[in-house]
């Protein structure tokens, strides 16, 4: 696990944010434990060499993480199918398109843990470099 519960509950905190204090153990554990899996598997695993799960931001990340999953269990174990993938390209024709961009897109994503650690990872246009 990244973090510690007592840690994860005093960055709620400090943010305003009393779901970690008022859950219980077992839960707000779990979440940390899942967010943990999250940070690892999705964004460490491809993080720039020299950079691994002590680099400053990943912990705060991972709270972030374990805020959404404490909030709603199994927040990012959800995964999209390609129809709620799509994006509009033409208003007129109304015509859609599906976003292809590899795994990682059929899974949600945080726009605060992704700035959080984007600096360890190498990125084109939009992509991850592995």
């Known amino acids: 696990m990244i973090g510690t519960l007592d840690a994860f509950r005093a960055y709620a905190l400090e ?43 990943v912990e705060p990340a991972t709270y972030e993480a374990a805020l959404l999953e404490l909030s709603t269990p199994g927040f990012f174990s ?10 509009l390209t033409e208003v007129r024709g109304i015509k859609w398109q599906v976003l292809d961009d590899g795994t990682d897109g059929a899974a949600p994503v945080s726009t605060r843990v992704e700035a959080m650690l984007s600096p360890y990872i190498n990125r084109v246009a939009g992509a991850f470099v592995v």
């Open 78 to 87: 959800a995964t999209y199918t390609p129809g709620e993938r799509k994006v």
């Open 15 to 57: 943010r305003g944010n009393s779901a970690p204090t008022d859950a219980i153990d077992a839960d707000a554990t779990a979440a940390l434990v899942r967010a943990s899996d999250h940070i690892r598997y999705s964004y460490v695993a491809r993080f720039l060499s020299g950079y691994d799960e002590t680099a400053a931001n």
